[in-house]
């Protein structure tokens, strides 16, 4: 099993995208960054097992904020940083209408914080989950024993369960 975290950089310029790329993999060497140029590209890809994807606001040919509707729209379930070169109130209220899971405001060549809001967001995802699967395998186990009318050892299935 790959446990490699891996992250989608989507920015028409390169120079931005290295400098968030070497950013991420500063503050962990094994994370892989695939940066892209342009959202078509980025639309062709999205399968590909992201773990979060860094999106700049102004693209090439197709807005970033319309990537970030797309991806939201075809539930690929990874969360999703949209940023801009100038904080814009208007693209700031979209992204939050849209659902975007963070809206950065970006600073010129300030890029050392960016690792710490992506590592940020995948934890809390990911705990997210882990926390919502275990309650619902919990309340199942539960019903389970209640429907057959024994004591079935619901923590100790649970328990088991978890660690596989």
Known sequence: MDTKIKILIVDGDKKIASSLEEAITRYDKSCQCVKLINAEESMLRLGEGFDCAVINYELPTISGLSLCEYIKAKSF???????????REDVGLAAVKLGIDEYIPRIKDTYDFFPYIVFNI???????????????????????????????????????????
């Open 77 to 87: 379930g990874f969360p999703v940083i949209l940023y801009t070169r100038k904080a």
């Open 122 to 164: 995948i934890y809390r995802r990911a705990y997210t989950e882990y926390a919502v699967n275990t309650r619902f395998l919990k309340d199942a186990l539960f019903t389970a024993s209640e429907m057959m009318g024994s004591d079935i050892p619901t923590d100790a299935i649970l328990n088991q369960s978890l660690k596989l």
